[in-house]
Nanobody
Framework: QEQLVESGGGLVQAGGSLRLSCTAS????????MAWFRQAPGKEREFVAS????????FYADSVKGRFTISRDNAKNSVYLQMYDLKPEDTAVYYC?????????????????????WGQGTQVTVSP
């Protein structure tokens, strides 16, 4: 059974940091691209960052560049999102996603519809 399980969300004050984790199993671990998306209340799901399981290719949304870092541990089938200098506008449910393709085009990797597997989401709340 393919599965993505996120953890690490919580409540933090503005300027604080959090680290999200996502562990893949089953067919969800036999993929090429891992990504983080987020969805705030009343808003569409938006791309945050992505990473390939091989090499060093990463992509970030402009809104998180310089503050968030995506990384992976292939041995643990896990992907992480280290978030620094959090802002209230970062408040959202964060989702881990996996895609069988090596997504290199921004028109591709930023579209949630292109991903094959999804986690259940973890809430991140940033207070002013």
């Amino acid at each position: 059974q393919e599965q993505l399980v996120e953890s690490g969300g919580g409540l933090v004050q503005a300027g604080g940091s959090l680290r999200l984790s996502c562990t893949a199993s089953g067919r969800a671990s036999d993929t090429s691209t891992m990504a983080w998306f987020r969805q705030a209340p009343g808003k569409e799901r938006e791309f945050v960052a992505s990473i390939w399981w091989t090499g060093f290719t990463t992509f970030y949304a402009d809104s998180v560049k310089g503050r968030f870092t995506i990384s992976r541990d292939n041995a643990k089938n896990s992907v992480y999102l280290q978030m620094y200098d959090l802002k209230p506008e970062d408040t959202a449910v964060y989702y881990c996603a996996a895609d069988r393709e090596y997504a290199s085009s921004s028109n591709y990797y930023s579209r949630s519809a292109n991903y094959d597997y999804w986690g259940q989401g973890t809430q991140v709340t940033v207070s002013p």
